[in-house]
C-alpha cells in the first residue's frame, strides 16, 4: 500500500486527488490549516472522511511537517496562497507559504523521507504576461506579482532539490481548474468561483474590461489524472511543465455560455479595477504537448460537460461553501 500525503489536502484540487487516491488503495493523510481566507474546507471530504488521515497543521510549521513525512512515498505539494491580489497587499505572507515553507518542507522530506517522490502544484501565472500563444515551458518567465514570483521561487526549489540531493520531484504548471470544491466565496481561487456564485444567487457576473481576454480551463478530474501520472512516471522528475487545453475561450463567450445555462442569469462588462487592471496577464493558454508525451496525458472533460457538472454540484452544496 502506497503510503500519500497531500498538503492541502482539505482544499479544491487536494481533496479531489485524495478521493482518486482512496478509491485507488493509497494510505492518505491530508494536511491543511483550514485559514479561511484559503482553500480548504471539510465538505470536500464528506463522502471520504472515514477513508484518510486529516492532520490540521499549518505547513509553514517545520517540526509537523517532519512527523508527517516520515514513512511516506509520495507527497503532493498543493498548498500555497492562491490569490494574485492577496500577494500585492500581503507579500510577506506570501512570501512565507509560496516560498519559504516549500524551502522547509524539501529540507524535511530531505532529511526523512529522500525516498518520496514530490509533486508540486506550480501555476501558469510565472510567465506574466504572454509574448506568444500558445505559451510553451520555453517562454521567459517574468510574473506580473508577487504571488507568481513567490512561486517560481517554490518551483525552483523542487527542482533544485532534484538536481542537487536527486529528490524525485517535478513540478506541474496549472491554468484555470475548475469543478465541484473549487472556492466560489470570492475570487482568491479563480474568478469562475466568484461568476459560479453570482451566477447561483442570482446576481450578475461581471467581466473585467471588454470580455475579448482567452483562456484556457481544465476540469479538476483532468488535473487529479495528470497528477497521479506525473507521480509515478521517472522521465518527469526533475521537470516542470505546463498543463492546459485545446479549447479556448473569451471571457464573454465564457459568461454566455454560463448564463444560457441559469434560467434568468446575467452577465455584464465592467471596467477592471485599477488594482488588477496592474496585474492582468491578458491572453493566455498554454502549449501541453510535452505532458501529453510525457504523461501520455491529454484533458479529457470538455468545457461545456466540465461547467455542466460544476453548476450541478453548486446547486446542491453551494450553502456549505459560502
Same mark, same amino acid.
Given at each position: 500500500?502506497?503510503?500519500?500525503?497531500?498538503? !492541502?489536502?482539505? !482544499?479544491?484540487?487536494? +481533496?479531489?486527488?485524495?478521493?482518486?487516491?482512496?478509491?485507488?488503495? &493509497?494510505?492518505?493523510?491530508? $494536511?491543511?490549516?483550514? =485559514?479561511?481566507?484559503? #482553500?480548504?474546507?471539510? /465538505?470536500?471530504?464528506?463522502?471520504?472522511?472515514?477513508?484518510?488521515?486529516?492532520?490540521?497543521?499549518?505547513?509553514?510549521?517545520?517540526?509537523?511537517t517532519r512527523e508527517l513525512l516520515k514513512g511516506?512515498?509520495?507527497?503532493?505539494?498543493?498548498?500555497?496562497?492562491?490569490?494574485?491580489?492577496? *500577494?500585492?497587499?500581503?507579500?510577506?505572507?506570501?512570501?512565507? =507559504?509560496?516560498?519559504?515553507?516549500?524551502?522547509?518542507?524539501?529540507?524535511?522530506?530531505?532529511?526523512?523521507?529522500?525516498?518520496?517522490?514530490? @509533486?508540486?502544484? *506550480?501555476?501558469?501565472? =510565472?510567465?506574466?504576461?504572454?509574448?506568444?500563444?500558445?505559451?510553451?515551458?520555453?517562454?521567459?518567465?517574468?510574473?506580473?506579482?508577487?504571488?507568481?514570483?513567490?512561486?517560481?521561487?517554490?518551483?525552483?526549489?523542487?527542482?533544485?532539490? &532534484?538536481?542537487?540531493?536527486?529528490?524525485?520531484?517535478?513540478?506541474?504548471?496549472?491554468?484555470?481548474?475548475?469543478?465541484?470544491?473549487?472556492?466560489?466565496?470570492?475570487?482568491?481561487?479563480?474568478?469562475? #468561483?466568484?461568476? $459560479?456564485?453570482?451566477?447561483?444567487?442570482?446576481?450578475?457576473?461581471? @467581466?473585467?474590461?471588454? !470580455?475579448?481576454?482567452?483562456?484556457?480551463?481544465?476540469?479538476?478530474?483532468?488535473?487529479?489524472?495528470?497528477? /497521479?501520472?506525473?507521480?509515478?512516471?521517472? *522521465?518527469?522528475? !526533475?521537470?516542470?511543465?505546463?498543463?492546459?487545453?485545446?479549447?479556448?475561450?473569451?471571457?464573454? +463567450?465564457l459568461a454566455q455560455l454560463l448564463t444560457a445555462?441559469?434560467?434568468g442569469a446575467s452577465w455584464q462588462l465592467v471596467?477592471?479595477?485599477?488594482?488588477?487592471?496592474? $496585474?492582468?496577464? #491578458?491572453?493566455?493558454?498554454?502549449?501541453?504537448?510535452?505532458?501529453?508525451?510525457?504523461?501520455?496525458?491529454?484533458? &479529457?472533460?470538455?468545457?461545456?460537460? #466540465?461547467?455542466?457538472?460544476?453548476?450541478?454540484?453548486?446547486?446542491? &452544496?453551494?450553502?456549505?461553501?459560502?
Amino acid at each position: 500500500m502506497t503510503n500519500s500525503l497531500i498538503t !492541502g489536502g482539505l !482544499g479544491f484540487i487536494g +481533496s479531489n486527488l485524495a478521493r482518486r487516491l482512496v478509491n485507488e488503495g &493509497h494510505k492518505v493523510t491530508l $494536511i491543511d490549516s483550514l =485559514i479561511p481566507q484559503y #482553500g480548504g474546507n471539510l /465538505v470536500n471530504i464528506f463522502d471520504i472522511r472515514d477513508r484518510v488521515t486529516v492532520n490540521i497543521s499549518d505547513v509553514r510549521d517545520p517540526f509537523a511537517t517532519r512527523e508527517l513525512l516520515k514513512g511516506v512515498d509520495l507527497v503532493f505539494n498543493l498548498a500555497g496562497q492562491t490569490s494574485h491580489a492577496d *500577494s500585492m497587499t500581503d507579500p510577506f505572507t506570501d512570501l512565507d =507559504i509560496n516560498a519559504k515553507a516549500q524551502l522547509s518542507l524539501l529540507e524535511a522530506v530531505r532529511q526523512v523521507a529522500p525516498e518520496a517522490v514530490v @509533486v508540486f502544484a *506550480s501555476t501558469r501565472q =510565472i510567465y506574466g504576461r504572454p509574448q506568444y500563444l500558445p505559451v510553451d515551458e520555453a517562454h521567459p518567465i517574468r510574473p506580473v506579482d508577487v504571488n507568481g514570483v513567490n512561486k517560481v521561487a517554490g518551483e525552483q526549489f523542487h527542482l533544485l532539490y &532534484h538536481d542537487v540531493y536527486g529528490i524525485r520531484t517535478t513540478a506541474l504548471r496549472l491554468t484555470n481548474t475548475y469543478g465541484p470544491g473549487m472556492r466560489v466565496k470570492d475570487a482568491r481561487q479563480t474568478f469562475l #468561483g466568484i461568476w $459560479i456564485r453570482n451566477l447561483l444567487k442570482g446576481d450578475p457576473i461581471l @467581466v473585467f474590461g471588454d !470580455g475579448k481576454q482567452l483562456r484556457d480551463f481544465n476540469y479538476v478530474d483532468d488535473v487529479v489524472d495528470a497528477l /497521479v501520472r506525473a507521480a509515478a512516471t521517472p *522521465s518527469c522528475y !526533475g521537470k516542470a511543465f505546463n498543463l492546459g487545453h485545446s479549447e479556448v475561450i473569451d471571457l464573454a +463567450s465564457l459568461a454566455q455560455l454560463l448564463t444560457a445555462a441559469e434560467p434568468g442569469a446575467s452577465w455584464q462588462l465592467v471596467p477592471f479595477p485599477p488594482e488588477r487592471k496592474a $496585474i492582468d496577464i #491578458g491572453d493566455y493558454y498554454s502549449n501541453h504537448s510535452l505532458a501529453s508525451e510525457l504523461l501520455q496525458w491529454q484533458p &479529457h472533460v470538455p468545457l461545456s460537460a #466540465g461547467l455542466a457538472r460544476t453548476l450541478a454540484y453548486y446547486r446542491q &452544496h453551494l450553502a456549505a461553501y459560502l
